[in-house]
Every structure is written in C-alpha cells, then in structure tokens.
C-alpha cells in the first residue's frame, strides 16, 4: 500500500486554490459525554468556519447533532432505538442545533441558514436543481447554510444513511472545491490503531482500492450513525467530482483551515488530475437518481460509452422515456446508470419485430455512467 507525502497534498491543494468548503461535522464531536450540545465544541467549530469566512471563503456545513441533541430532553437516558423516538428527538434537538449555531454566527456578523432535506430531494431532479439553486442565492449572499438530513419525517427506506455520504452529495451538487469530514479519528489508517499499535495513518489517498477499504471498520460512535466505511463511501463520490477530501480530528486546533492549506494532519482524498470527472448531470445519475427498470447489454471487451439498440439483449420494467435505469451485462453483473431515449414498450415492440423501426441509440454518451470506467458507488 503505497503512502503519499504530505508536501504533495499542500502543493496540489495551493495549486487549485480552493474557495467554496463544505464541512461535515459528526454527533461526536458535537456534544457533551451526557449527549447534549457542547456549547465550547459548537464555539470552537464556528471560530473555524469564521476564520474561512473572513479569509474569503465560502462556507457549508453538513451537521449531525440533532437525534443526540434532543434524546435527554424527550427524557432518555441513552439514545433511542426506534424510529418514532429517534424522530421525535430530532425535532426537539433541531432547533436547540440551529439556536446555538445561530446565536454564535451573528455573534461574529455573520448569518446562518437551515436546509433540511431528505433523499428524495435528490432523486427528483427538478428538486435536485432547486435545491441547488437556493443555496447558491444563501452563499453568494454570503449566508452560512447548515444543512441536515430531515430526520423527524424520512423514513430508512429514503435516508441518505449518514452525514457522510449526505456532505459529499451536497459538496458535489454545489460545485465544492473541497469537503473536510471532521470526526473523532485522525485520518485512515493501515489497521484498526486501537488493535493494532504499529498502525500508520495513510497521508494521502488517491483511489480507494480494495486493499484500502479493507481496512476500513463498520463500527461508528455511540452517538454517531457513520463509521469509516461510510466514509470512504462518501470519498468515493468526492473524487469522482473532483473535489478533495480531508478526514481529521475535529479536536485538533484549527484543523479546519490548516486543512484547507492542505497543512493539517489527517488523510486526504484527492483522485488523480488527469481523471475523467463526473459533471453535475452524471453525478446526479450516478449517486441520486431512482433507477426503474433494466437493460440487458450484450458486452464485448471495450468499455462502453453508451448503449445501442443492436447491443441489448433483453430489458426488465417499465420504464418511460426520460427514466434512469440500471444497465448490466448478460451474468447480471453491473455496467452503469442510464437515461433512456425510449419507453420500455417502444424497446420491447422493437425486439421482437423483424423490422426495427428504432434510434440505435438507447442511451447517449452524456447521460450514461459506466461503473467500469469511473468506478463509483452507483446505486
């Protein structure tokens, strides 16, 4: 397992001079031993996210907080188990949440907002650009927008599962430059440093491989939700969008910042620069949107970059023109995420006529994302 220098990481991170930041902040690191909000942990973060603003940063933060927040006030003693109480609890913790945030911003001038959302914000497209959209306007105008999962109303069959993966689709459906994760562990190591003393943390990331995730745990904090596997999930997602990313102790002094100077010590996440980006549309397919039905491809040893009528072997659902749908090979296996140019009855009419009245292309090149070739957590 190769391990990068960090004078690599610095000079790269100065090169393509970040501006706008996403954070993502876990429940951990946000609250007391009893499971409240720690007043000084919340002072501390917002001094960073100050200190970016003033140096002429923009700034989003992704915060967890709001189920560990609010449990003792619904009167538990630990955290909750089921989805009712979890729910209730992150009504109450919410607006304890963004009381203090707010309190503290304006404290130091400056304006936070509230953006709740749930996963199906983002599998609808249209909502996907309008959420997009409004938090464009808060930043241009300068207004700090913390954004959380909507938990008192998703159910698990619509969550995001963690922050982690909710900050990097949101550090991509920005635009982000750079997305710092902020948890109780200092970056990726080796093996489990707890187990394993001769541990060493890796400095640098530049694909997340099979060797990488294996060391990766499943485990998260008492009050938290994400382990390292969530993690490397949602660097995955950064760096097919060319963002960078940065896993640190939120403890550390000033991590935040020196972490943008590409100063700080921690893991950083950052895919090679001659990469094949995924822009907004493919990011959209590839990590939010609803596939509903399937095309079965016959595959030949080039990696395909859309999907022609003369290659399809069989199609599952009933989709409509305009639906995304799963593309996969003759053994079931995964090739990508597509939008389609015809109606599953349009694809069906044409398989089983002797004249194929048809486009031979089912799927275009700008709205297919070949697993093969990027390599991404599709769903």
């Known amino acids: 397992m ?16 970040p501006k706008r930041i996403v954070v993502k902040i876990g429940s951990s690191s946000l609250t007391s031993l009893h499971g409240e909000i720690s007043r000084k942990k919340l002072e501390k973060l917002v001094e960073q996210l100050v200190k970016l603003k003033d140096n002429g940063y923009e700034v989003l933060l992704v915060s967890s907080g709001a189920v560990a927040a609010g449990y003792r006030k619904l009167g538990f003693l630990e955290r909750p188990k089921s ?38 914000d983002f599998s609808d497209e249209t909502r996907y650009n309008n959420v997009r959209n409004t938090i464009n306007v808060l930043v241009d105008r300068g207004i700090i927008p913390i954004i ?40 990726l190591y080796t093996d489990n440093p707890v187990k394993n003393p001769k541990a060493t943390r890796i400095e640098r990331v530049k694909a997340i491989t099979p060797e990488i995730e294996a060391v990766a745990g499943d485990a998260g904090s008492a009050v938290g939700t994400g ?14 969008s060319g963002i960078i990313g940065f896993l640190g102790d939120a403890t550390e002094k000033d991590i935040i910042y020196r972490s943008v ?72 296996a995964r090739i990508g995420l597509g939008i389609v140019n015809q109606a599953a009855s349009e694809l069906w009419h044409a398989l089983a006529s002797p004249v194929r009245n048809i486009e031979e292309t089912i799927v275009d090149q700008e709205a297919f994302v070949c697993e093969l070739e990027h390599t991404v957590p599709i769903r």
Do not use: C
Not at 2 to 17: G, H
């Open 148 to 187: 959380n999962e909507n938990d008192t109303v998703t159910v698990d069959r619509l969550r995001f599962g963690d922050n982690d993966t909710l900050s990097a689709k949101v550090a991509g459906l920005v635009g982000a430059d750079f997305l710092a994760v902020l948890s109780d562990i200092d970056g």
């Open 227 to 240: 382990g390292m596997k969530s993690k490397l999930d949602a660097f995955k997602i950064a760096m097919a």
């Open 2 to 17: 190769k391990i990068w220098k960090l004078e690599d990481v610095i000079i790269s991170i100065q090169a393509t001079k």
């Open 261 to 332: 100077l590409g100063e700080a010590e921690g893991t950083y996440f950052e895919a090679d620069q001659d990469m094949d980006y995924l822009n907004r549309k493919k990011q959209w397919i590839a990590f939010n949107s609803g596939p509903v039905g399937e095309i079965i491809m016959k595959m030949d040893d080039q990696i395909p970059h859309s999907v022609e009528f003369h290659n399809i072997s069989a199609i599952k659902g009933n989709f409509k023109q305009g639906d995304v749908v799963r593309i996969l090979d003759e053994a079931g």
């Open 83 to 120: 989805l009712p109480e979890k729910q209730a609890a992150a009504s109450i913790g919410q607006g304890l949440l963004m009381e203090a945030y707010s309190d503290l911003f304006l404290s130091h001038g400056y304006v936070a907002s509230q953006i709740l959302i749930t996963r199906g």
